[in-house]
């Protein structure tokens, strides 16, 4: 089976902190994801990455930043949090293929952080 | 931008009824995935779907895609207690960059 690790489940940090999401996939995909979620607005892609040292903007990129340094781990930064980055950080990954034939998405358990 | 919309936004059945999600696309789509995400936990994937007036059937559940392509559903027989979830579909951005997902109905199934 597939497994996506995201390093923490809950995180509560203070405004203005710096904030590192890590995420592992263990079954050598080529493409990794991550998404955050809010209720009544699904999920919302924030970065992803076809590819190892390459990344790409989603939907809404700003107050973020990624990090692909080797295949199976792919980390989000928030360089300074604010209180409406509060959310659900899900990672995922999918075996490969670019943009619609993207495929399966394997999602983690998430990672709900909370910005005070 | 393109939107995927999705109804009702919530449901609640009684065990044994039925339960339908629509699923709607300002653009049309080259294909749909859906998703379930049981409470608490994370989004699974259940199913995609590419062509034109597809239907497929896993068990008691049936996913159709539009012939316009622009539009799915997904419909739940005599639903049961672990049907209980959230259901997301989603489709390729204008770009095709990736997947824009909706944003999901929420069944509960009352026993």
């Known amino acids: 089976d597939v497994k996506v690790t995201q390093s923490s489940r809950y995180l509560v940090k203070r405004t203005g902190e710096k904030v590192f999401l890590e995420c592992v996939q263990d079954?050598?995909?080529?493409?990794m994801f991550w998404y955050r979620q809010d209720p009544g607005l699904g999920l919302r892609l924030i970065y992803f990455s076809y590819d190892v040292k390459m990344k790409e903007k989603g939907d809404i990129p700003e107050g973020y930043s990624v990090s692909r340094e080797k295949k199976e781990r792919f980390s989000l930064i928030l360089e300074s949090a604010s209180t409406n980055q509060t959310s659900m950080y899900l990672c995922?990954?999918?075996?490969w293929g670019r943009g619609a034939n993207t495929g399966e998405l394997f999602f983690g358990e998430g990672s709900r952080l909370t910005v005070l | 931008g393109q939107q995927v919309m999705q109804i009702p936004q919530y449901q609640h059945v009684q065990e044994g009824e039925d339960f339908t999600t629509y699923c709607n696309s300002s653009?049309?789509?080259?294909?749909i995935q859906w998703y379930k995400q049981r409470p608490g936990g994370h989004p699974v994937f259940l199913i995609q779907l590419v062509k034109s007036g597809e239907v497929k059937k896993q068990k008691r559940l049936t996913f159709q895609f539009g012939e316009a392509k622009k539009n799915s559903s997904l419909h739940i027989t005599a639903t049961q207690t672990t049907d209980v979830g959230t259901y997301f579909c989603a489709g390729p951005n204008n770009y095709g960059q990736n997947f824009v997902f909706g944003p999901g109905t929420r069944l509960s199934v009352l026993p």
């Open positions: 653009t049309t789509l080259s294909n």
């Open positions: 079954m050598d995909h080529e493409n």
């Open positions: 995922a990954s999918s075996l």
